[in-house]
């Protein structure tokens, strides 16, 4: 059964910072894995989507990597800012077609003014 | 620019009645899925529907729920006698299928359901 973690759970840094928040995830038999947004009481906004056979994907200040053979993905965000505060979600899709996402249970984020 | 719909927003019921929550996925899609939140957990799978029946479900999606397209834009979720452990936030979402095979998920922004 696939898990995925994504560490850290929670992370508050000063405005302008770059930074990293991990994904893995313990099958790496993968169709794709997509970054989503969700702000309180919210749904999710997708950020980026990632083919298995992609190693990364920009937009914007954006960009997320994927190593499949090792099950983990990271999303990089440059030069953050107050508005980027939310709760970041990893989700990985195991077969093409009408296959679910297994989400993580994501990283809560802060930026600092 | 193009979006997935869900109503009610926040829908308070008692514990055995029964709930159907809606949803209007995007257009040209043709996967449909629901997930929910329970508060302060992992977004769960709980179903998908393709080409006029269910695809796939998870050990959540149980006899108590069940899932309709009555028409060419609705997608419904019914829960019969709702219980008190179903209390969560439900997610609609939709997705299609590009040339290159990518299928990207996009959610609506979610029913809130309280079961009392």
């Known amino acids: 059964k696939q898990e995925v973690t994504q560490i850290p759970a929670a992370l508050s840094v000063p405005e302008g910072e770059n930074l990293v928040l991990n994904c893995s995830f313990t099958?790496?038999?993968?169709?794709?894995l997509q970054w989503f947004r969700q702000d309180p009481g919210k749904g999710l906004t997708s950020l980026l989507l990632?083919?298995?056979?992609?190693r990364e994907q920009t937009s914007g200040r954006l960009n997320a990597s994927l190593d499949k053979s090792s099950g983990r993905s990271t999303l990089y965000i440059a030069a953050s800012q107050p508005g980027d505060s939310a709760t970041y979600l990893c989700a990985v899709r195991s077969r093409r077609g009408a296959d679910g996402l297994t989400f993580g249970k994501g990283t809560h984020l802060i930026i600092q003014p | 620019e193009p979006e997935v719909t869900q109503t009610p927003s926040h829908q308070v019921t008692q514990m055995g009645q029964e709930v159907i929550l809606r949803c209007v996925p995007i257009?040209?899609?043709?996967?449909f899925y629901w997930y929910r939140q329970i508060l302060g957990q992992k977004v769960e799978f709980l179903v998908s529907?393709?080409?006029?029946?269910?695809?796939?479900k998870s050990e959540i999606f149980d006899d108590q729920f069940s899932v309709e397209r009555p028409d060419g834009s609705n997608f419904t979720l019914k829960i019969r006698s709702t219980k008190l452990e179903d209390s969560a936030m439900y997610f609609c979402a939709s997705s299609d299928e590009d040339r290159e095979g990518n299928t990207e998920a996009f959610f609506g922004q979610g029913t809130r359901l309280t079961v009392v």
């Open positions: 529907f393709y080409n006029n029946e269910i695809s796939e």
């Open positions: 257009s040209n899609h043709l996967y």
């Open positions: 990632i083919q298995s056979s992609q």
């Open positions: 099958d790496s038999a993968i169709y794709n």
